[in-house]
């Protein structure tokens, strides 16, 4: 056989191939760069969800303005504080045989903290006002904390 191609392993490469990993600063230095980067991204990932909870209290307050006019074409009159919100999903005997609904089709969803959207008749800016406290679920903040409401 020739000399060149003819390989001879020695006892050391052996055990230093047998040996190859990660040494223990190496595995030190990847997880500070982990952390590093969760202690940048997490506090922006986590003010992004406060905002999406907001826009979804807005959405289904606007949902509930479009269910609420169309109540109001068929009934001829938004529904009572009384009433609330419910009359959007059964007939209240006020209502009488021009009740057309369900207006809404899932049923009343609870604001995006898991607390019922408040519905007041008047309102103080329009005939009827919903109202979202907010994550705190208090009346007043700011912030997530903030009411959010149809007026």
């Known amino acids: 056989m020739h000399p060149v191609l003819k390989q001879r392993v020695t006892p050391c490469a052996a055990a230093r191939r047998a040996r190859a990993g990660f040494t223990l ?3 030190l230095v990847v997880i500070v760069i982990i952390g590093l980067l ?3 991204v ?3 990932y986590f003010s992004q969800l406060g905002k ?3 826009t979804v209290a807005k959405a289904q307050i606007e949902a509930f303005d479009k269910s609420l006019d169309t109540y109001r074409l068929d009934v001829g009159r938004y529904p009572t504080a009384e009433e609330g919100l419910n009359a959007l ?3 209240p005997p006020s209502a009488g045989a021009k009740w057309n609904g369900p207006y809404l089709k899932k049923g009343i969803p609870l604001d995006p903290w898991g607390r019922p959207y408040q519905y007041r008749s008047p309102g103080s800016k329009g005939e009827y006002e919903i109202i979202s406290f907010g994550k705190d679920g208090q009346p007043g903040g700011t912030g997530d904390n903030a009411d959010i409401s149809s007026n």
């Open 25 to 27: 600063l190496e595995l």
């Open 38 to 40: 969760a202690a940048y």
């Open 42 to 44: 997490g506090p922006k």
């Open 52 to 54: 999406s909870e907001v």
């Open 89 to 91: 999903m059964t007939a």
